[in-house]
């Protein structure tokens, strides 16, 4: 294992990002060697639990209630749909379940007590479980740990100075706090961010200061390229080329040598060439199943053809840190202490925000 570096400087991480091509891949190839297994993967499902009806403004989510786009809401699923599709995701070679529900920050009472039971559920399946729901208390993310929670997921998106351009309902240090909420606890964290916003290099490097100068760095950090929407914000924004998100990954990997990097959102515009440049330049997961919460992600035989093709091993579970135990609900030595903490919401006014807000508005 190599030292990991956690001064980083938005200049350092310039300079790699902007390396002749060769060399970039080159270097994160073998830094990936160093700490990682090149031939080996590790296959993710990520199962939106709530859908739809968010009271955020994401510019790049369908699943923001102020937004109209044609994704289907959902209710919170019941413990055992989450458990029929855990066990579905399992015999297909997933190693690790996230669960996404889409609200502003977990509230304590019912839906969160029935998200700590599909965890307990998903964790007694042997398999990794993460969750995204939001900004989370002290003590609700050490009632996740509790219940099992392996990971949980945080991304930072962007730049702070680029965040400003794309939400306007909460701020950037909420991020870094929820981070820190969970840091108090054994779930490992993940975070990572969005490429193809509209955001400048400058930006893709403030974002890996900082992820990198985390001290410990996230365990895992995925790289999303947009999916641009019909009716979101940024719904006009050209994809984002497989040259940048190849640098991405190779910058990510170098900064940050131990982390798993995750090749997100955006896997259907690239070729298999181009993921498989990809895993070279240091990713190590994917996400599997047609859908990714609501955009589109390819099929699961298909990635099993191409990890056959590039002689890939999918992960095992608990390869990386040992698997937490799960306390039932009626041992648990914590409580719903019902807070009401005051995250943040800047209001600030997003000009393209705005516009696809009127419109949705207008065919309402
Ligand atoms: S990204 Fe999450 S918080 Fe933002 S609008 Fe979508 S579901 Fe809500």
């Given at each position: 294992m190599s030292a990991t570096k956690h001064n980083w400087t938005k200049q350092e991480i310039l300079d790699i990002y902007n390396k002749p091509f060769m060399e970039l891949l080159y270097e994160a190839a073998t830094v990936h060697r160093i700490n990682h297994d090149p031939n080996t993967v590790q296959v993710s499902t990520l199962l939106s639990i709530k859908t739809g009806g968010c009271?955020?403004?994401?510019?790049?989510?369908?699943?923001?209630?102020r937004y109209h786009t044609d994704i289907e809401g959902n209710d919170l699923m019941s413990v055992q749909q989450v458990k029929a599709q855990a066990l579905r995701a399992k015999s297909t070679g997933s190693s690790r379940v996230c669960m996404g529900a889409a609200w502003r920050n977990v509230k304590d009472g019912e839906e969160f007590d029935q998200v700590l039971e599909m965890v307990r559920t998903i964790n007694k399946l042997d398999m990794e479980v993460c969750c995204t729901l939001g900004m989370v208390t002290e003590n609700q993310a050490k009632r996740l740990a509790e219940a099992g929670l392996y990971a949980y997921n945080h991304n930072l998106d962007s730049s702070e100075e680029y965040y400003k351009e794309v939400i306007s309902?909460?701020?950037?240090q909420d991020r870094l706090d929820t981070i820190d909420n969970v840091r108090k606890t054994n779930v490992t964290v993940c975070s990572g961010g969005i490429i193809?916003?509209?955001?400048n290099i400058e930006d893709r490097a403030g974002m890996l200061v900082a992820l990198s100068t985390?001290?410990?760095?996230?365990e895992s950090t995925p790289i999303n390229a947009l999916v641009a929407v019909e009716g979101?914000?940024?719904?006009d924004q050209k994809p984002v080329s497989i040259w940048d998100m190849v640098r991405m990954v190779a910058t990510t990997r170098i900064v940050m040598p131990e982390t798993q990097v995750r090749l997100s959102?955006?896997?259907?515009?690239?070729?298999r060439e181009g993921q498989a440049m990809c895993f070279f330049a240091g990713a190590n997961s994917i996400f599997a199943g047609d859908k990714l919460l609501t955009t589109p992600n390819p099929d699961v035989n298909e990635d099993m053809e191409m990890f056959k093709m590039l002689g890939l091993n999918p992960q095992k579970p608990f390869t990386k840190k040992v698997q937490p135990q799960t306390v039932e609900a009626k041992d648990s030595?914590?409580?719903?202490?019902g807070e009401k903490p005051k995250?943040?919401?800047?209001?600030?006014?997003i000009e393209r925000n705005e516009v696809a807000k009127a419109k949705a508005k207008a065919i309402k």
């Open positions: 009271s955020e403004d994401c510019g790049y989510c369908p699943q923001a209630a309902t909460r701020g950037y193809g916003m509209g955001e985390l001290n410990p760095q996230p979101t914000p940024l719904e959102a955006g896997r259907t515009q690239m070729s030595e914590f409580e719903a202490l995250w943040t919401r800047p209001e600030h006014t």
